[in-house]
């Protein structure tokens, strides 16, 4: 027998040592999803425990531990789903990692709603059923809890199909579904859900068409002329300030409702005072970012980086104030029905319950929040940071032009509508270049019709399953919840 060559034996080890490591490797990728759906299992747990300590344990608390769990479940799919408009065209630009996205987003997230989330909710989620119209408060904490399961039901498999849908709508569908289950059609305020069906169109068009003006802008005031780092020094302080104002009224407005109430009028003052300081501040620090920039689109990508970045916090700060109500609302409602065995229209919420939500969206965008960053940051159209800035700063202005007229929006809509409007005005203003060249071509050398159609710069599937899920998210919240409802009555709570 011939002794085999020592070098042969240690090429077959390093083999096999390499198949256990891709082995390894794949095993831990399919076991990924179960990993976050067993995290977001621990979390809901302790959050029903917490509320069953909190609530001293007694048998009658039992619906409060069990809507506890359903809180807990909607804000995680909350942070799993509509975190995504605020830090997706960020990360799309590649203005920041996906980590760094999710570290930012998760703190600013948990402080928007720990320090400035609303301590009064409207628990008949602003206006759609009357509370008068319930037989009892116990057919109220039914219909509350079964709003709050179905909408997170209803996200969750939105998330699932890789669809961004405002939280809002769906705990508005849930709150019409399980009223209509309680009491008859007649309990809903249809004028309400009008305006509301009416925000469908409002809030992404809108969005859409502020976000492409200012796209032109910047093509016609800085990329499109001669000098661009000279047009860049005099006009990116001119958006950073306006990005400031935005932000600040948006904040002052949406923000600092539970320090002190603020108009529409004072907003935009603070606002005015905001965008002037920041304009003046910046305009030295662009002078000096700029200094031995070469004159190329490329260049200017480098002074939107930073402004970008610190209107994705902004915007997950003010996302946390305001749309964690969506989570821990309902939640509230049954903890003071249950309590004072009765309801009111607003109720304080225990720091308990925002607390619950405030780590529950934070949990469910650390576990779930990468895919539906991903899709809103670079699957819908293709973003540089002037085109996410763009983006961000749409948000903040269409959120305060809506409130000032007074019409309900969803941060959602608004926010993907501003992707998808600078995706469509590329096609356009691509398509209008392609025409200008071809003219001065030989018919030979034009570029063919089909050609030019078949680039296109939005894809279109996307559009299409965003586009539906928007129509239907209300209705099927609503029939989850009226199904959520005959269901929990049945087992009685």
């Known amino acids: 027998m011939t002794q085999q060559d020592p070098s042969y034996q240690w090429k077959t080890l390093d083999r096999d040592l390499n198949r256990l490591s891709r082995f390894e490797a794949a095993s831990m990728y399919t076991a990924r999803p179960l990993v976050g759906v067993g995290a977001s299992l621990v979390f809901v747990t302790l959050a029903a425990l917490a509320a069953a300590v909190l609530t001293g344990g007694e048998p009658q608390s039992l619906v409060v531990v069990v809507a506890a769990a359903f809180g807990a479940y909607m804000a995680i799919n909350i942070g799993a789903n509509d975190v995504a408009n605020n830090m997706g065209p960020a990360v799309g630009a590649k203005a920041?990692?996906?980590?760094?996205?999710?570290?930012?987003?998760?703190?600013?997230?948990?402080?928007?709603?720990?320090?400035?989330?609303?301590?009064?909710?409207?628990?008949?989620?602003?206006?759609?059923?009357?509370?008068?119209?319930?037989?009892?408060?116990?057919?109220?904490?039914?219909?509350?809890?079964?709003?709050?399961?179905?909408?997170?039901?209803?996200?969750?498999?939105?998330t699932w199909v890789g669809a961004p849908v405002s939280t809002t709508h769906s705990v508005v569908g849930g709150v019409m579904g399980a009223g209509i289950a309680a009491a008859g059609l007649a309990t809903v305020s249809w004028p309400t859900m009008g305006a509301i069906a009416a925000s469908w169109v409002i809030s992404p068009v809108l969005g859409g068409v502020i976000a492409a003006a200012m796209l032109a802008f910047i093509k016609w005031r800085i990329i499109y002329v001669e000098d661009k780092i000279a047009a860049a020094r005099t006009w990116v302080p001119v958006l950073i300030?306006?990005?400031?104002?935005?932000?600040?009224?948006?904040?002052?407005?949406?923000?600092?409702?539970?320090?002190?109430?603020?108009?529409?009028?004072t907003a935009l003052a603070i606002g005015a005072m905001a965008g002037l300081v920041f304009t003046a501040l910046s305009r030295p620090l662009i002078r000096r970012q700029s200094i031995g920039l070469e004159n190329r689109n490329k260049s200017l990508k480098v002074l939107f980086r930073v402004p970008l970045v610190v209107s994705a916090a902004l915007l997950s700060f003010a996302h946390g104030a305001?749309?964690?109500?969506?989570?821990?609302?309902?939640?509230?409602?049954?903890?003071?029905?249950?309590?004072?065995?009765?309801?009111?229209?607003?109720?304080?919420?225990?720091?308990?319950?925002?607390?619950?939500?405030?780590?529950?969206?934070?949990?469910?965008?650390?576990?779930?929040?990468?895919?539906?960053?991903?899709?809103?940051?670079?699957?819908?159209?293709?973003?540089?940071?002037?085109?996410?800035?763009?983006?961000?700063?749409?948000?903040?202005?269409?959120?305060?032009?809506?409130?000032?007229?007074?019409?309900?929006?969803?941060?959602?809509?608004?926010?993907?509508?501003?992707?998808?409007?600078?995706?469509?005005?590329?096609?356009?203003?691509?398509?209008?270049?392609?025409?200008?060249?071809?003219?001065?071509?030989?018919?030979?050398?034009?570029?063919?019709?089909?050609?030019?159609?078949?680039?296109?710069?939005?894809?279109?599937?996307?559009?299409?399953?965003?586009?539906?899920?928007?129509?239907?998210t209300v209705p099927a919240a609503a029939l989850l919840s009226a199904l959520c409802f005959v269901l929990l009555r049945q087992i009685g709570f």
Request: charged share 15%; hydrophobic share 60%; with cysteine.
């Open 96 to 158: 920041l990692s996906m980590a760094g996205a999710i570290v930012i987003a998760a703190v600013c997230e948990s402080a928007g709603a720990l320090l400035a989330g609303g301590d009064v909710v409207s628990t008949i989620s602003k206006g759609i059923i009357d509370p008068a119209g319930l037989a009892n408060a116990q057919t109220f904490i039914w219909a509350m809890m079964a709003a709050l399961l179905s909408a997170a039901i209803w996200v969750n498999i939105a």
């Open 241 to 265: 300030g306006l990005m400031a104002a935005a932000f600040a009224a948006y904040l002052a407005l949406k923000g600092l409702k539970r320090l002190v109430k603020i108009d529409i009028v």
């Open 322 to 472: 305001n749309d964690v109500a969506n989570a821990v609302g309902p939640l509230a409602a049954v903890v003071y029905a249950q309590q004072a065995s009765g309801v009111a229209g607003e109720v304080a919420i225990p720091l308990w319950v925002m607390v619950i939500g405030a780590v529950g969206i934070s949990v469910g965008l650390v576990l779930f929040g990468p895919k539906l960053i991903g899709m809103v940051g670079s699957q819908i159209t293709k973003l540089n940071p002037m085109r996410a800035y763009c983006v961000a700063l749409s948000a903040a202005v269409t959120v305060i032009a809506a409130s000032w007229l007074g019409l309900p929006v969803s941060s959602t809509h608004i926010a993907v509508g501003g992707v998808f409007g600078v995706g469509f005005f590329r096609e356009w203003h691509a398509e209008r270049r392609a025409r200008t060249v071809n003219k001065d071509r030989a018919p030979a050398a034009r570029m063919p019709k089909q050609e030019r159609a078949r680039r296109k710069l939005v894809r279109r599937s996307h559009f299409m399953t965003i586009i539906a899920a928007w129509v239907i």
